[in-house]
């Protein structure tokens, strides 16, 4: 079992930075795929990014490519997403998801295991 718990959310103007955090409770956090994923309102859940066990070759949506950098650190169970040069589009409520694999970070969010509650990014024009 493993619990999620992302923080670090907030009201942000266009061109600014956020950092958000996933801290994870589980002996098994380094065995697993980490991801972040986000929903706005009146949409389907997306993709954002996604880190293997050794944080090799992340793999990033189209979307935050350039200007979003995940990364993990399996000693303190913690994984992050460094947000810069956000725009009002990436509003939404970010998800931390885990999968209980080591290496294939897909972008399909029916195949992670476990999810956090979310927390809301908001940027303004």
């Known amino acids: 079992q493993v619990q999620l718990a992302e923080s670090g959310g907030g009201l942000v103007q266009a061109g600014g930075s956020l950092r958000l955090s996933c801290a994870a409770s589980?002996?098994?956090?380094?065995?697993?795929?980490m991801g972040w994923f986000r929903q706005a309102p009146g949409k389907e859940r997306e993709f954002v990014a996604a880190?293997?066990?050794?944080?090799?070759?992340?793999n990033y949506a189209e979307s935050v490519k350039g200007r979003f950098t995940i990364s993990r650190d399996n000693a303190k169970n913690t994984m992050s997403l460094q947000m810069n040069s956000l725009k009002p589009e990436d509003t939404a409520v970010y998800y931390c998801?885990?999968?209980?694999?080591?290496?294939?970070?897909?972008?399909?969010?029916?195949?992670?295991?476990?999810w956090g509650q979310g927390t809301q990014v908001t940027v303004s024009p």
């Open positions: 998801a885990a999968r209980k694999t080591l290496w294939r970070t897909t972008t399909d969010s029916a195949e992670y295991d476990y």
């Open positions: 589980g002996r098994t956090f380094s065995q697993n795929v």
């Open positions: 880190i293997n066990w050794s944080s090799s070759n992340p």
